[in-house]
C-alpha cells in the first residue's frame, strides 16, 4: 500500500461533505476505488415542480454551495446513487468552501456539521496514514472501512462524541499555545 498517492482526505471528505451538507444529505454511502469517490444516499432537499432531477442539475445542485434551502411543509425524501466526485469537482468544492468559510467570519466550524465529522474522518486517515475503502454515515454513527498497512480491511464506528474528541485534539496541534508573559513579580 503506498499511502503517497491517497488524496489527502481531510480536505477532500470536507469538500464532499459540503456538497452533501448541500443536499441536506440524511444517510449515505461512500467508496473509494482507483481514485474515484461514488456517493449513493438519501436527502430531504425540496424539488420545485415534479420534473425528474437530470445529472447536469444534480451536479450543479451538489456544487451551489452556500445556497439556504427554501423550507417547505411536508419535505420528502430521495434516494440517489452512482454520484461520482472527479478531483476537478472536489476542487471546486474546496474553493466555494474555502470562500464561503472567509466570509462567514464565524470562528471555530460547527463540530456536528456533515462536511466537519468528514474533515474528522480524512484526519484520522491521514494521522494513521490508513486508505480509505467505505464509509457509511447514518446519524449519529460513522462506519469506516479503512485499509491498513498491511492490505487488511478493518471497519471502525465512530459516535459524534468520539469524533468531537478527535476534532478537540486536532484542534490543539493545529493552535499555537501563546507565549506566557512575565508577571509584574519577574
Not at 498491511?150 to 468531537?164: A, H, P, Q, R, V
Request: some cysteine.
Amino acid at each position: 500500500m503506498d499511502h503517497k498517492n491517497s488524496p489527502n482526505y481531510e480536505d477532500t471528505l470536507r469538500a464532499i461533505g459540503q456538497g452533501l451538507e448541500n443536499l441536506e444529505a440524511v444517510a449515505f454511502e461512500l467508496e473509494y476505488s482507483g481514485g474515484e469517490f461514488l456517493v449513493s444516499g438519501e436527502c430531504s432537499r425540496a424539488f420545485s415542480g415534479s420534473n425528474p432531477i437530470h445529472r447536469k442539475s444534480f451536479r450543479r445542485l451538489i456544487l451551489k454551495l452556500g445556497a439556504k434551502p427554501t423550507p417547505t411543509p411536508g419535505r420528502r425524501t430521495f434516494h440517489f446513487s452512482g454520484v461520482r466526485f472527479a478531483s476537478s469537482d472536489i476542487i471546486l468544492l474546496n474553493q466555494k468552501g474555502r470562500a464561503l468559510r472567509s466570509s462567514s467570519g464565524s470562528g471555530a466550524p460547527d463540530p456536528h456539521s456533515l462536511s466537519h465529522v468528514l474533515r474528522m474522518t480524512g484526519a484520522y486517515l491521514d494521522s494513521t496514514k490508513r486508505e480509505l475503502a467505505k464509509l457509511v454515515w447514518h446519524s449519529p454513527t460513522l462506519a469506516v472501512w479503512e485499509i491498513n498497512r498491511t492490505g487488511n480491511t478493518i471497519k471502525k464506528d465512530f459516535t459524534l462524541s468520539e469524533m468531537y474528541d478527535l476534532w478537540v485534539h486536532q484542534f490543539k496541534k493545529r493552535t499555537a499555545s501563546p507565549a506566557l508573559k512575565p508577571t509584574g513579580s519577574d
